[in-house]
Each structure stands twice: as C-alpha cells, then as structure tokens.
C-alpha cells in the first residue's frame, strides 16, 4: 500500500482539465505543423488537401486519440503497463508506443537544438555569416556544436519533466500555448499584409490541376494528409495513454478530443498563413524539410524591415513548439520506469534523458561529422522511418483492432456511452474503418 501509494504521489496528475487540453494540444502541436504542413498542403491539393486532410482528423484523427485518452483515464498506467493488465498479450502494443517516443524524440531533439541555436542567434547577432543555406548545411553537418545543442535542448525538457506533471509540463504549456498562439498571429498579419503576398495564399489554399490528375494524383494527396493527421497528432506513440492517465474523473474525453483536434489543425492552417505568402512576396520559392525553416525563411527576416525581430519571434514560436512536443515523448518513457520499477520522478527522467542526449548524438553526428548507418539510412533518418513508418502505425493499428474486436470490457469511456449515437459511430469506425486506413498507410508508407 505505502509503495502504491508512493507511485501515485510520483506519477502526480493534472489539476485542471484546461491543463490537460493545453498539454495534449501542445504535444499535438510541433514541427509538424510549422514546418511539414504549410510545405505539404502547397504543394499536394491546397484547399482539397485541407478538406481531405479534415475528413481523416474525423474518420482517423478524433477516434483514435480519444480510444488512446480513453485507456489513459481508465487504467492509470503508462502505455506498457496499461496494455499489460487490460490483457497480457498486448503489452507489446505499449511497447511500440514507447518505441516510437523513444525514436521520435531521438531525432526531434536534435532539430530542437537547431531551434535553440537559431533562436539564440537572431537574440544575440540577427546576421548568419555566410548565406543561410550555406550556413545551415554547415552548420547541421558539423559534428561538435549540433550536439551541443541537442544538449541543451533535452536539458530543457529534462527540468519540465523532473518538475511533475502539474507543476512542470501543465505549467509549461499553460505559458507556452498561448505564447505560441499570440506570435503565430502576429507573423501571419505580417505575412498577408506584404505585397504579393496573394500568390502565396493562391498556393495554400487552391488545387493546381496538375497534382490531382486522376485517380493516382488523388490518392497521393489522401496518404499524405493521412501520414499528416496521425504525425501531428502524435498518434500510436502512447502520449494520449500517458496523458489520459493523470486526468481526474471531471473531464470530459470526447469535447476534449475534439477541441485538441482542432486547435491543432487551427495552427497548422495558421503557421501555413504565417510562412507561405511571406516567401513568396519575397521572391522565394517554399522548399521542402527543414530548408523551408532554416533556409528559406532566413532569407526571408534578411529581407524584412525589422526582419530580426520576425525572424526571432519566429525561433521562439518553432522552440516552444518543439519543448512541448519533446516534454510529452520524454514522459512517456519516464512514466514507466516511474509505474513499474517504483523509480522516483527524478531519476526516472535524468535515466530517459541521458539516453536520449546519447542516442540523439549519433543521430546528430550520422548527418555528417560521423557515418552511421542502419539498414542503408543514417540514423537520423532511421529513427524518423522506424517511428514514422513503423511502430506509430502498428501501435495504433493493434489498439484499433484490440479494443474493436476483442476488448470485452466494459465500454471505453463512459462519457461516449451515454450518446448511444456517438458510441455507435464511434464502434464502426474503430472496428471498420480505422484499422484499414491505418493499414493502408502502413502498406504504401513502405512501399
Ligand atoms: N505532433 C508533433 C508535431 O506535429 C510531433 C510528435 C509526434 C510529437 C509524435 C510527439 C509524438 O510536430
């Protein structure tokens, strides 16, 4: 008793439910948005994008985080040991989440540190000494300074995570968001207020009729806003486990599954308004990956009057993007050493820390100061394809097929149950139409 006890003080829980919707949306919200969809949406489908991209969040999106929140708040356990004792066979399920926190977070750290540094360095100079390009390729590619970063990066998290969930990450995100919120709007009155910046928004939002030629051209665009709507929603990484499993019994899972859903397509409509026209109306042309943000949009603030200042709001908004996502990937790991092995808070996260500045390194360094692959990637692009293409889809494949098929406990949440209507739509998807859309993304990911 005085042992579970002592779990339940470490394990700690959210005291609000707005703190629960703030942690959650800002998981959700992450590179992802700024840098992924503006880029994607342009240049797959514009407006149709959206609206395909809007459909899944519905079919795809909204069951699956809520199923996810849902054995969080009923369990009260990490992902692993949730899906141990919901059944024995399907631990493995929560495995695959961890995995894929552990893997995701090995990579997105080391573009945190880029973060930080660009942040750090519109505070301190505002002027790269080379072009941007060059800057970043040498920058990205050298082997010592990078890591440092990463360091730091991670070494930010690790305070948040060590602080609790109330006090650390609820505190966080309770600033962060509506910080984040407040400068994305700032950045889009000033993106749409340049000249020609209509172009741009043309690019957005509509279709050009090249990218949807036929039933091939259509389909791309439906994978991508499916690859899309589970990334930015951090789905099948055991977040909305973890999450859901420090919610108290006030909350309300289906409204908050919804609100979470579109406050993170909301950002992502807007980091596309913020970004898009400005490049254009400068001359440039959006360019994919990481170059969009650390190449193109350099050029960009050189170009603006008072350029420094956009240029450092914009790093700010990007850095607490990523704090927020990176946060709930550490606690995922961190909350099982915490609920299995009774470890304290503390050293649960410095041990999920260290490894992670450990594995973040080799991802770090495999960009070019040292040649590390696996399976023909380096690691960098190893750890986004084994998280991305593998255990992300898999793990929400099998919770799909699991609580649809064979779960016979009582209803998930009793908040759908209520809703006979609701709860029937809900059984269909999750039984029907989720795990063969997941399986089709899972198919053409690999192919
Ligand atoms: N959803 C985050 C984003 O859009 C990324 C992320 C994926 C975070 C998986 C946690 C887990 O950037």
């Known amino acids: 008793m005085a042992d579970k006890t002592k779990t339940v003080k470490e394990r700690g829980s959210f005291s609000s439910r707005l703190g629960f919707i703030l942690a959650s949306t800002g998981s959700a919200i992450g590179l992802g948005n700024l840098w992924k969809f503006p880029y994607v949406a342009g240049t797959s489908g514009g407006g149709l994008f959206l609206l395909i991209y809007i459909l899944f969040m519905l079919l795809l999106g909204i069951p699956i985080i809520f199923t996810e929140f849902s054995i969080g708040k009923k369990m009260k356990l990490n992902p692993i040991d949730a899906y141990s004792k919901l059944n024995k066979k399907c631990g493995f399920i929560g495995f695959l989440g961890a995995a894929a926190s552990f893997a995701i977070l090995s990579f997105y750290s080391v573009v945190g540190g880029w973060v930080l540094k660009y942040f750090i360095l519109y505070l ?47 505190r966080v995100s309770k ?52 690859g899309q709507v589970f990334f930015s929603l951090s789905l099948g990484t055991g977040i909305g486990i973890t999450y859901g499993s420090y919610l108290d019994k006030k909350s309300n899972l289906v409204k908050d599954s919804v609100v979470i859903s579109v406050l993170d397509t909301l950002i992502a409509v807007l980091a596309g308004i913020a970004i898009i026209p400005a490049v254009f109306a400068l001359g440039l042309k959006p360019n994919s990956g990481p170059g969009l943000i650390f190449e193109t949009l350099p050029l960009v603030f050189e170009k603006l009057f008072m350029g420094r200042i956009f240029g450092l709001l914009f790093f700010l908004l990007v850095f607490f993007a990523a704090v927020t996502s990176a946060i709930s990937m550490l606690e995922v790991v961190a909350s099982y050493l915490i609920d299995h092995y009774k470890m304290n808070r503390k050293t649960a996260v410095f041990i999920v820390t260290s490894v992670i500045a450990i594995s973040g390194s080799f991802a770090s360094l495999s960009l070019g100061g040292f040649e590390i692959n696996l399976f023909g990637l380096n690691l960098f692009d190893f750890f986004s394809f084994a998280s991305e293409k593998l255990f992300m889809p898999l793990a929400a494949l099998f919770t799909c097929i699991y609580i649809g098929h064979f779960y016979k406990g009582d209803a998930v949440s009793s908040e759908l149950t209520a809703k006979p209507v609701l709860y029937n739509i809900y059984s269909f998807l999750i039984k029907w139409i989720t795990p063969v859309l997941i399986l089709i993304i899972f198919i053409l990911g690999l192919i």
């Open 175 to 226: 600033i962060m968001l509506p910080a984040l919120f407040i400068i994305i709007l700032v950045l889009c009155v000033r993106s749409v207020t340049l000249h020609g910046s209509s172009e741009g928004l043309r690019f957005l939002f509509f279709p050009h009729p090249d990218q949807l030629s036929g039933i091939k051209g259509l389909s791309h665009v439906a994978v991508l806003a499916m």
């Open 124 to 170: 301190t100079k505002g002027t790269f000494e080379a072009s941007p390009n060059e800057f970043f390729s040498q920058f990205s590619t050298s082997a010592a300074e990078p890591v440092i970063w990463h360091i730091l990066f991670i070494g930010v998290c690790f305070f948040i995570v060590c602080a609790g969930i109330s006090n650390g990450i609820e």
